[in-house]
């Protein structure tokens, strides 16, 4: 591959699709290169936005106040109860902090929420600092956790220590240790791990389920308090929509606790239909699966008139997606080609090798295949391949905008939901407003 913009050390993480399949020889899941100026998250963030959305959840970072901003109030899970996971709490590390140690304001800031709140639940993220000065979080959560009858739960993820999904493992071990102090009875019913509820989405699952007559134990973690979670373990299975956030944990619950998994997802017609009949089967529900087929197939009817109408607008046009997880980008390449259009770029943050053989086996001859990009590469080859539309978040938003490219936030900050059949109208309309907007004739003239 000869591109001036691509370092050498990331061109073995970048594949041009070819007839048939590679088998894969793309790498992914391994830390980003240095200087190669990563769109991924840290190691806390990781951490961070998978338990942020615990609602009645104190979140501690222990750290310098920059680390807090990161994620302070930037995802838009929603909460049918408690707002507290909206706030950030920070020990506001300084240099003298640095010099004589951090835990005395460590502790101070735990026994002054303590004091105010009295919380079930309490978060305290271990930033890269204090991976340097080596203070003993544990200890001072032990301590504390003592002193007022609480659980203070120790996250540690320092920054440097290895990439967004070592995040993801800590969120997942930190969870583990609150669930499995608990043993509920066993209840008919399943947790949803790997969803937020941005924009309401794990209400729109829940309905779903709902409909087909299938009980939700517990979620992981949109929408979810501390009671909902302890009762987690008593669930006889657990759907997994977000794997590369979650499946470490669907992986530690079954081996601990003998809850099996599938993994699903519920972006799209297909994968949406398919997930709710797959989940009735694992249960052996003959009946929840007839109700599945019935409301699939209805809903299914109903969009395909919809698409119709949109497809005329949008066939031929070329997206570009990039994403945290493969899951969400293999559903957007079958949602994409059900609305007519082609992905001809698609990337991931977080993807693991069998994302990247079903991605491979989807898309088109040449289209350009990126783990772990970075702004210059995304750049590259969206101008390349001439994207109409990038599918990113936050990260990405600026960059298709100075590109005078088309944009939709599929991440943290996005309005309306995008999940379910629900979803797949939002999506469609969303995409055909953004592509088809005048505004793009304009722009690039002047490009
Ligand atoms: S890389 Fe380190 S300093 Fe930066 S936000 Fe992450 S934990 Fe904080």
């Given at each position: 591959?000869?591109?001036?913009?691509?370092?050498?050390?990331?061109?073995?993480?970048?594949?041009?699709?070819?007839?048939?399949c590679?088998?894969?020889?793309?790498?992914?899941?391994?830390?980003?290169?240095?200087?190669?100026?990563?769109?991924?998250?840290?190691?806390?963030?990781?951490?961070?936005?998978?338990?942020?959305?615990i609602?009645?959840?104190?979140?501690?970072?222990?750290?310098?106040?920059?680390?807090?901003?990161?994620?302070?109030?930037?995802?838009?899970?929603?909460?049918?109860?408690?707002?507290?996971?909206?706030?950030?709490?920070?020990?506001?590390?300084?240099?003298?902090?640095?010099?004589?140690?951090?835990?005395?304001?460590?502790?101070?800031a735990?026994?002054?929420?303590?004091?105010?709140y009295?919380?079930?639940?309490?978060?305290?993220?271990?930033?890269?600092?204090?991976?340097?000065?080596g203070?003993?979080?544990?200890?001072?959560?032990?301590?504390?956790?003592?002193?007022?009858?609480?659980?203070?739960?120790?996250?540690?993820?320092?920054?440097?220590?290895?990439?967004?999904?070592?995040?993801?493992?800590?969120?997942?071990?930190?969870?583990?240790?609150?669930?499995?102090?608990?043993?509920?009875?066993?209840?008919?019913?399943?947790?949803?791990?790997?969803?937020?509820?941005?924009?309401?989405?794990?209400?729109?699952?829940?309905d779903?389920?709902?409909?087909?007559?299938?009980?939700?134990?517990?979620?992981?973690?949109?929408?979810?308090?501390?009671?909902?979670?302890?009762?987690?373990?008593?669930?006889?299975?657990?759907?997994?929509?977000?794997a590369?956030?979650?499946?470490?944990?669907a992986?530690?619950?079954?081996?601990?606790?003998?809850?099996?998994?599938?993994?699903?997802?519920?972006?799209?017609?297909?994968?949406?239909?398919?997930?709710?009949?797959?989940?009735?089967?694992?249960?052996?529900?003959?009946?929840?699966?007839?109700?599945?087929?019935?409301?699939?197939?209805?809903?299914?009817?109903?969009?395909?008139?919809?698409l119709?109408?949109?497809?005329?607008?949008?066939?031929?046009?070329?997206?570009?997606?990039?994403?945290?997880?493969?899951?969400?980008?293999?559903s957007?390449?079958?949602?994409?080609?059900?609305?007519?259009?082609?992905?001809?770029?698609?990337g991931?943050?977080?993807?693991?090798?069998?994302?990247?053989?079903?991605?491979?086996?989807?898309?088109?001859?040449?289209?350009?295949?990126?783990?772990?990009?970075?702004?210059?590469?995304?750049?590259?080859?969206?101008?390349?391949?001439?994207?109409?539309?990038?599918?990113?978040?936050?990260?990405?938003?600026?960059?298709?905008?100075?590109?005078?490219?088309?944009?939709?936030?599929?991440?943290?900050?996005?309005?309306?939901?995008?999940?379910?059949?629900?979803?797949?109208?939002?999506?469609?309309?969303?995409?055909?407003?953004?592509?088809?907007?005048?505004?793009?004739?304009?722009?690039?003239?002047?490009?």
């Amino acid at each position: 591959m000869e591109n001036a913009s691509v370092l050498d050390e990331r061109k073995e993480f970048i594949l041009y699709k070819q007839d048939g399949c590679s088998g894969n020889e793309m790498k992914c899941d391994a830390n980003s290169v240095s200087g190669a100026v990563s769109q991924r998250a840290c190691v806390y963030c990781g951490a961070r936005v998978v338990l942020n959305p615990i609602t009645d959840a104190f979140h501690i970072v222990h750290g310098p106040i920059g680390c807090a901003s990161y994620t302070w109030d930037i995802r838009g899970s929603l909460s049918s109860g408690d707002d507290l996971y909206r706030n950030s709490f920070s020990t506001d590390l300084r240099e003298p902090d640095i010099i004589f140690g951090g835990e005395k304001r460590l502790t101070a800031a735990i026994e002054e929420i303590a004091e105010k709140y009295q919380p079930k639940l309490i978060f305290v993220y271990a930033t890269c600092i204090v991976g340097v000065i080596g203070d003993d979080v544990n200890a001072v959560c032990k301590a504390m956790s003592e002193k007022y009858n609480m659980r203070v739960i120790p996250v540690k993820s320092p920054g440097f220590s290895g990439n967004k999904s070592v995040g993801y493992k800590m969120a997942c071990n930190a969870i583990m240790e609150l669930i499995s102090k608990h043993e509920p009875a066993k209840r008919k019913g399943v947790n949803i791990l790997g969803d937020f509820n941005l924009a309401g989405e794990m209400w729109i699952i829940k309905d779903y389920l709902n409909k087909t007559g299938i009980p939700v134990v517990s979620t992981f973690t949109g929408d979810s308090c501390h009671d909902s979670l302890i009762k987690s373990s008593g669930a006889e299975l657990n759907i997994v929509q977000c794997a590369g956030s979650s499946a470490y944990l669907a992986d530690r619950m079954e081996e601990e606790m003998g809850i099996p998994y599938i993994k699903v997802s519920f972006f799209g017609i297909e994968d949406t239909a398919s997930s709710l009949i797959r989940i009735a089967e694992a249960l052996k529900d003959e009946e929840a699966k007839q109700k599945a087929i019935e409301f699939t197939s209805a809903e299914t009817g109903k969009l395909q008139q919809f698409l119709a109408k949109y497809r005329k607008n949008l066939q031929g046009k070329k997206a570009a997606i990039y994403v945290g997880g493969g899951f969400k980008a293999i559903s957007l390449i079958r949602q994409f080609h059900s609305m007519g259009m082609e992905t001809v770029v698609v990337g991931t943050q977080t993807g693991k090798k069998d994302d990247y053989e079903i991605i491979e086996s989807l898309v088109n001859k040449d289209t350009v295949i990126l783990d772990d990009a970075n702004p210059a590469e995304l750049e590259k080859f969206m101008k390349e391949k001439g994207a109409d539309i990038l599918v990113g978040g936050v990260k990405e938003r600026p960059l298709a905008y100075k590109l005078g490219i088309a944009f939709c936030d599929h991440n943290h900050e996005r309005k309306h939901p995008l999940c379910g059949f629900d979803g797949v109208v939002n999506f469609t309309e969303e995409i055909n407003r953004s592509v088809n907007n005048p505004v793009w004739r304009y722009i690039n003239a002047e490009l």
